[in-house]
Structures are given as structure tokens and as C-alpha cells.
């Protein structure tokens, strides 16, 4: 892929941009731009990571400022063409916020900060974003944030599970997210948002590579 | 033009746990709160907003509250409206 680039969009607030762009870059060998919020030209990016942080503070609500960003405007149309978009952490907050992706992201049930690894089943193979070619199907990624309970009513659940986008669920849920549920796919499975980092899972220097495959997936067409 | 001040009232939907408020309500019985059977944590967002009558005012506000002061797929919100 000579000139694929993943565009990482940047809000106030941000704080895993760099990381992000690290892991495509320096691990996977993916070009990768930096986009700035108040951009709306997605010419020349073949696909979009919002990453994690505390985007405009988290003021309101995780995510509820930032989806009204120009970027965020031009999304609709990116994510129309088929082009892939990945929201990891609060990039997952704003792509709900924005109605991407069905559901919400609270406050974690027993309200901690979690940083932890945890341990993911992979449900879904919609979009291509797993590699759930073994048996175990099981993979580690670390988690960090206060606000993962991902909520939904019942008649959003059944469509989650009857349209299989579900993506990855807890093996032990550490935040009271509904159905274990870890990260969702759009119908179309071009969008994925996950509160786990992928990007934090890429040098077995630091701890792991499981989530080498889902950023690599990026590139697919 | 009028000018109207707005009080909006922010809640988690009943459905949704709030731990917030759970925490809040156990600190409450520590202080000698007996009695406390529910206590729930919302917002209040004050607006002063001017507008052509109570209808059009209206309609921004209930704008703004579906589309960023509240999402409601976990909150519901209420608002109070006075001319001043």
C-alpha cells in the first residue's frame, strides 16, 4: 500500500493521537497525517482513526462536543463512500455521540478509572477488523478510561446481536457495559469503535501485540 | 425581541444505573441521611435566550436539548421557560 494514508483526527484534548500514529507508522509501516478538527478535507486520507483522549475536556458528555466539529460533518460522507473509520476509547464515545455507531458510553459501575489489560472474545467477523482464524479466538488488549459502560435498550441489543455487530465482548466485564459488550461495527462494518487500545498493543516490548491486526486492517479495501 | 430565561433539567433515564448517585446516596446515610430510598444525579443548564414570542423559543430549545444537551439514548430532560 505505497500511498495509503490513515488520516488521525486531533481534537483539544486528544492524547493518544501520537500513539496511534506510532503504532501505524513505526510497527506496521502505514503512512499516516495528523488532521486537526477544524479540517473537513478528507481528500487525501484512505481511512480515519479518532483516537482516545478527553476530547474538549469531556465537557457535557464524553464525546458531545466534538461531534459537532467540521471534521466529524464531513465523516457522514466518508463513511458513506465505504472508507474505513476506527474509534478507539473516546474516539468509540464520539462515533456513538454522533450516531455512527447505536448505543452510549457511561460512567463505569463501580465508578474507578480503569487501566488494566483484559482479556476480549472475538464475536464478530464483520468488516474484517479480527483475526479470528485460530480456535480461541481471544485476544488481549489493554483498556483506560472511567467512562466504558456501553448502554443500550433491548431493542438495540437484538439488533446488535441479530446483525452480529458485536464485535469483541469481555471475558470479565470490569466496567458493567451491557452484554459485556467491549466494541460495535456499523451494519456496513467500515466503522468500528472499541474502548480497548489497539494502538497500546503493538511491541511485545510493551506487553503484547494483539492489536497489531486491527490496525493493519485498516488498509483493507 | 423577548428575552427568556431558560432552566433545563438533565436526568439519566431510569433504566440507566447511576453509580454517581449511588455513591452519593451511600455518603448521604453515612451523614445520618436514613430514609434516603433513591438519589440520582442530573444537570441543570440555565439559557438566557431571545427570540420573536414563546413558540420560536421553544423550538431552539427543544433543538438543543435533543441534540446536544441531552442524548437520549441514556437521558431525558425537561425545561422550564420564563419571560423576562
Redesign the interface.
Known amino acids: 500500500m505505497d500511498n495509503f494514508t490513515v488520516g488521525v483526527v486531533v481534537f483539544p484534548g486528544s492524547n493518544c493521537d501520537r500513539d496511534v500514529s506510532w503504532a501505524l507508522e513505526g510497527c506496521l509501516d502505514i503512512r499516516t497525517k495528523y488532521l486537526w478538527h477544524e479540517s473537513s478535507d478528507l481528500s487525501d486520507v484512505d481511512a480515519i482513526v479518532l483516537p482516545g483522549g478527553f476530547s474538549y475536556g469531556d465537557y457535557?458528555?464524553c464525546g458531545?462536543i466534538a461531534r459537532?466539529s467540521p471534521l466529524i460533518n464531513a465523516l457522514y460522507e466518508f463513511v458513506k463512500s465505504g472508507k474505513r473509520v476506527l474509534g478507539i476509547c473516546n474516539g468509540f464515545q464520539i462515533l456513538?455521540?454522533s450516531g455512527f455507531l447505536?448505543?452510549?458510553l457511561?460512567?463505569?459501575?463501580?465508578?474507578n478509572f480503569i487501566c488494566d489489560d483484559v482479556e476480549l472474545d472475538i464475536v464478530s467477523t464483520k468488516g474484517g477488523w479480527f483475526n479470528n482464524a485460530d480456535e480461541k479466538q481471544i485476544i488481549k488488549l489493554p483498556i483506560a478510561h472511567g467512562e466504558g459502560?456501553y448502554?443500550?435498550?433491548s431493542d438495540t441489543l437484538k439488533k446488535l446481536v441479530d446483525n452480529e455487530l458485536i464485535a469483541l465482548r469481555y471475558k470479565n466485564n470490569p466496567n458493567?457495559s451491557s452484554f459485556d459488550i467491549a466494541g460495535i461495527t456499523n451494519e456496513k462494518g467500515n466503522v468500528l469503535g472499541l474502548m480497548p487500545h489497539p494502538e497500546r498493543a503493538c511491541d511485545e516490548i510493551i506487553g503484547g501485540t494483539d492489536g497489531l491486526f486491527t490496525l493493519k486492517s485498516l488498509i483493507l479495501k | 425581541m423577548d428575552q427568556f430565561a431558560v432552566k433545563v433539567f438533565v436526568r439519566l433515564r431510569p433504566s440507566v444505573l447511576d453509580p454517581a448517585g449511588e455513591a452519593t446516596k451511600s455518603a448521604s446515610i453515612k451523614l445520618g441521611g436514613e430514609g434516603i430510598k433513591s438519589l440520582r444525579i442530573g444537570k441543570m443548564i440555565e439559557v438566557k435566550i431571545e427570540g420573536n414570542g414563546e413558540n420560536e423559543v421553544r423550538e431552539k430549545i427543544d433543538l438543543l436539548c435533543d441534540r446536544l444537551f441531552a442524548n437520549t439514548v441514556i437521558e431525558d430532560y425537561e425545561y422550564s421557560l420564563e419571560k423576562l
Open positions: 457535557l458528555r458531545a459537532f456513538t455521540e447505536p448505543g452510549a457511561v460512567a463505569n459501575k463501580n465508578l459502560r448502554h443500550c435498550d458493567g
